[in-house]
């Protein structure tokens, strides 16, 4: 059997993710998972931070979903920094502060300069001994701080806590088929969470020790994901972060491939630029399963995705410069190749070892669906017929993101800058 070098590269990645697959199988079943129904004994004061750049759209239903919150209203309130909209956000806030005078909401203006500046500035005059950061086209459940604030409230060693996050409502398929990859990223989470491994603390609504993020600076304002930069400095400065199952927040997914492809490159881009800031945590013991782990796979899993992709585009041209090749042997008479094609699979050439490979690879896959749909407490049915969402999210999707991170590979290569959402 000749193997060539695209034969070995496949291998070495089919063992990676053979091995990383059953490295979180035996997290599963051999780690413990302590859980404690743990009640607030008081009510710290607590104070949410809405970043909102032309969130005209969402951003009442969120602050709505902010004033219901299940805590004391005294004891909490809601600090609005609009960051240089362009719409009607600033006008939508100034009149929900108006029609709410029992809730302390407050609003920040400022000229556009991102998220990070935008969570500092509220972040510079917030009381609360814990604050959140909610996005302004996401919505919190009601019962959100009655569970996370006591995890925070009984360890000092608690920085942050992340609840579980949905995509709201999806309607079209490109929505369902991120409502899959929201599900399946939370069982993920909750494997990572098993190892105290989380890298990121998301902008919907998760909740954060104010003193300590005060002490570490506060949020990176380069960064064009503060929320992985935040939750990778708290790691390296030895704090834990948790994950909450108990809680959820939801919120608007892209509904254009465009939009989707712009936030998932500003997503792993972000993943990777501060994965060399930190590089210091790569394969590092001091930092635990973090560093031997997480940081690494971080890295990893682009790498992977690119030289599968990579892999894949390879086969296409083949089979396309074949297809092309046995045309012009006919001289593209298109109805004679179909009248002499003829199915002749010889069975004992097949590549078994890939297939069988790459059926253990799609068996786990299929696995960690049901799994994750079990934890976050979802059904596939439940908004109607979503098979069509789930094949798609098993094949094309991963193509997609796969076509994702070759891009960012070129922006690391022509050193193209990094852009927002």
């Known amino acids: ?39 607030l004994d008081s009510y710290p004061f607590f104070s949410a931070i809405v970043p909102a750049y032309n969130e005209e759209e969402s951003i009442g239903a969120t602050l709505n979903s902010l004033i219901n919150l299940d805590y004391p209203k005294d004891k909490r309130e809601i600090v609005v920094v609009n960051d240089g909209s362009k719409d009607n956000t600033q006008a939508i806030v100034e009149k929900f502060i108006t029609e709410h005078p029992d809730y302390n909401i407050a609003l920040l203006n400022q000229n556009n300069k991102g998220k990070g500046s935008a969570m500092n500035k509220g972040l510079a005059i917030v009381k609360g001994k814990y604050f959140a950061c909610l996005d302004a086209d996401s919505f919190v459940a009601s019962n959100a701080l009655q569970v996370m604030l006591p995890e925070l409230e009984t360890d000092d060693e608690v920085a942050a806590i992340c609840p579980v996050l949905k995509v709201q409502k999806p309607k079209s398929i490109l929505q369902k088929v991120q409502w899959c990859e929201y599900i399946i990223n939370m069982y993920y989470k909750y494997l990572n969470a098993r190892l105290h491994c989380i890298h990121v603390t998301p902008g919907p609504f998760s909740v954060y020790r104010t003193e300590v993020i005060q002490k570490l600076g506060g949020f990176n304002e380069k960064t064009i994901t503060e929320d992985l930069e935040i939750a990778i400095r708290l790691q390296k400065n030895q704090y834990k972060i948790l994950q909450s199952f108990d809680t959820i927040v939801e919120t608007v997914a892209p509904n254009s491939w465009k939009a989707l492809f712009r936030q998932r490159v500003r997503w792993y881009k972000g993943s990777v630029d501060n994965t060399i800031v930190y590089r210091e945590l790569l394969f590092n013991k001091k930092y635990g399963d973090f560093g031997m782990v997480r940081m690494p796979t971080i890295i990893f899993s682009g790498i992977i995705a690119i030289v599968l992709g990579l892999t894949v585009g390879h086969s296409l041209i083949r089979g396309i410069v074949r297809l092309f090749q046995a045309l012009r042997d006919v001289h593209f008479d298109v109805f004679t190749l179909i009248k002499h094609a003829s199915i002749d699979i010889n069975w ?28 976050v407490q979802e059904k596939i049915t439940n908004y109607g017929k979503t098979w069509i969402s789930l ?29 927002w959402f």
């Open 391 to 419: 094949v798609t999210y098993l094949l094309i999707y991963s193509l997609f993101l796969t076509s994702v991170w070759v891009y960012i590979a070129y922006m690391l290569i022509r050193r193209k800058k990094n852009f």
């Open 348 to 375: 004992l050439g097949l590549p078994f070892f890939k297939l069988v490979i790459a059926g253990t690879l799609l068996c786990i896959s299929f696995f960690v669906m049901i799994k994750s749909f079990q934890l």
């Open 1 to 39: 059997m000749n193997i060539t070098f695209l034969d070995g590269v496949l291998f070495v990645t089919y063992f990676c993710l053979l091995f990383l697959s059953i490295f979180w199988l035996l997290v599963l079943f051999f780690t413990d998972e302590k859980k404690e129904n743990k009640k």
